[in-house]
């Protein structure tokens, strides 16, 4: 039975079920969730190309804030990188700075390409207990689970996933108690009309991670805005799936086959993070590596590629050239330096 008649199946025994637990099955279940089946998804070759996967200078400049953090809070200390993918951001950061680290994921294909970069009792699959430290996740809110709802007449109505006509169809559902809630604090001033995907698990996530966290801080970098930011977008909702490095088809076809993700709401991230006792700062991704240095090592490599053509060095300011694309890449205004980093610290 494929991940389509699984998730058909359950709806035909129990009834239309919330777009979450839909998420959560097309991304994460063992049997042909897009994530925890078949092939590595966050590489060149894969689904998407995030910042570790575009430059090893991202983990290099991650390096120094790492550095930082330990100077502030001072030993034992250890890094955690949660949503560690192939281990691009492990690898350079490790090179970089000599630190205990962790890795945590939820796909077994890429907890099995981390035992190259970290002994197999560092790579998990659930947090440790106790975080004293760095926790790190890149492109990790993004997809986690969401219920999604739309403004009716002035309240909120959920979207949940049923059967229509033979194929998955979204419908109509009263809305849940715990969604409104997140809704009516977090959504902002949506227009009629307007879809919202409802970050509960996220803001669970984070709850989490800081119960854990005795001292340093949580950094999550991702896609998104605040609340305000976002509404423009609400009238048809941010939902989207991604295959292949491009938009993919309707969330609700071949799940399973695609990333499923929306734009992380980071005003509902900071309020969890401040209501559980941390100290909160939102950059820009852009802003945020050029304090941490990645602006300056940027001029060296313009300047050293001047050099390079003048000495007459091809394969040389071939290399230059390419590790200036990758930190234009990274700070790109309108691209990966308009992520968000949310820093939480204790
Ligand atoms: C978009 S990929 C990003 C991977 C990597 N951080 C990067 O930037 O290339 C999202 C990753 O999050 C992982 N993931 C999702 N939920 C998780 C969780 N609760 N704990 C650990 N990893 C999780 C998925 O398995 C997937 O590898």
């Given at each position: 039975?494929?991940?389509?008649?699984?998730?058909?199946?359950?709806?035909?025994?129990?009834?239309?079920?919330?777009?979450?637990?839909?998420?959560?099955?097309?991304?994460?279940?063992?049997?042909?969730?897009?994530?925890?089946?078949?092939?590595?998804?966050?590489?060149?070759?894969?689904?998407?190309?995030?910042?570790?996967?575009?430059?090893?200078?991202?983990?290099?400049?991650?390096?120094?804030?790492?550095?930082?953090?330990?100077?502030?809070?001072?030993?034992?200390?250890?890094?955690?990188?949660v949503a560690?993918?192939?281990?691009?951001?492990?690898?350079?950061?490790?090179?970089?700075?000599?630190?205990?680290?962790?890795?945590?994921?939820?796909?077994?294909?890429?907890?099995?390409?981390?035992?190259?970069?970290?002994?197999?009792?560092?790579?998990?699959?659930?947090?440790?207990?106790?975080?004293?430290?760095?926790?790190i996740g890149n492109?990790l809110i993004?997809?986690?689970?969401?219920?999604?709802?739309?403004?009716?007449?002035?309240?909120?109505?959920?979207?949940?996933?049923?059967?229509?006509?033979?194929?998955?169809?979204?419908?109509?559902?009263?809305?849940?108690?715990?969604?409104?809630?997140?809704?009516?604090?977090?959504?902002?001033?949506?227009?009629?009309?307007?879809?919202?995907?409802?970050?509960?698990?996220?803001?669970?996530?984070?709850?989490?991670?800081?119960?854990?966290?005795?001292?340093?801080?949580?950094?999550l970098?991702?896609?998104?805005?605040?609340?305000?930011?976002?509404?423009?977008?609400?009238?048809?909702?941010?939902?989207?799936?991604?295959?292949?490095?491009?938009?993919?088809?309707?969330?609700?076809?071949?799940?399973?086959?695609?990333?499923?993700?929306?734009?992380?709401?980071?005003?509902?991230?900071?309020?969890?993070?401040?209501?559980?006792?941390?100290?909160?700062?939102?950059?820009?991704?852009?802003?945020?590596?050029?304090?941490?240095?990645?602006?300056?090592?940027?001029?060296?490599?313009?300047?050293?590629?001047?050099?390079?053509?003048?000495?007459?060095?091809?394969?040389?300011?071939?290399?230059?050239?390419?590790?200036?694309?990758?930190?234009?890449?990274?700070?790109?205004?309108?691209?990966?330096?308009?992520?968000?980093?949310?820093?939480?610290?204790?």
């Amino acid at each position: 039975m494929n991940l389509d008649q699984r998730i058909r199946r359950e709806i035909e025994n129990g009834g239309p079920m919330p777009f979450e637990r839909f998420m959560d099955l097309a991304l994460y279940h063992p049997d042909g969730g897009f994530f925890t089946s078949g092939t590595l998804r966050s590489e060149r070759a894969g689904d998407f190309l995030t910042s570790p996967e575009v430059s090893a200078l991202f983990g290099e400049t991650l390096a120094r804030y790492v550095i930082g953090e330990r100077e502030r809070i001072g030993q034992p200390f250890e890094m955690v990188e949660v949503a560690a993918g192939s281990g691009s951001l492990l690898k350079p950061l490790l090179e970089a700075v000599d630190v205990a680290a962790f890795a945590v994921e939820a796909s077994p294909t890429a907890r099995d390409k981390l035992v190259e970069v970290l002994p197999p009792d560092r790579v998990l699959a659930d947090l440790p207990d106790r975080i004293r430290g760095v926790v790190i996740g890149n492109e990790l809110i993004d997809n986690l689970p969401m219920a999604l709802a739309q403004r009716v007449d002035g309240s909120w109505r959920e979207r949940w996933v049923g059967i229509d006509d033979d194929a998955l169809a979204m419908v109509d559902a009263p809305p849940r108690p715990e969604v409104v809630a997140w809704l009516d604090q977090f959504a902002g001033d949506v227009p009629d009309d307007g879809w919202v995907e409802a970050q509960l698990a996220a803001a669970s996530w984070v709850r989490d991670v800081l119960g854990r966290l005795e001292a340093g801080s949580l950094v999550l970098f991702d896609y998104g805005d605040t609340a305000e930011n976002l509404l423009p977008r609400r009238q048809d909702g941010t939902l989207r799936t991604y295959r292949a490095h491009h938009l993919g088809p309707h969330p609700l076809d071949e799940p399973g086959e695609t990333d499923i993700t929306a734009d992380v709401n980071f005003t509902a991230l900071a309020a969890v993070a401040e209501s559980a006792g941390a100290m909160v700062e939102l950059h820009r991704q852009d802003d945020f590596l050029t304090g941490l240095g990645l602006g300056d090592r940027l001029s060296e490599l313009r300047h050293a590629e001047l050099d390079a053509a003048r000495s007459g060095d091809a394969m040389e300011r071939l290399r230059l050239r390419s590790l200036k694309t990758e930190a234009e890449t990274l700070l790109h205004p309108r691209g990966l330096g308009d992520f968000r980093v949310l820093v939480a610290r204790r």
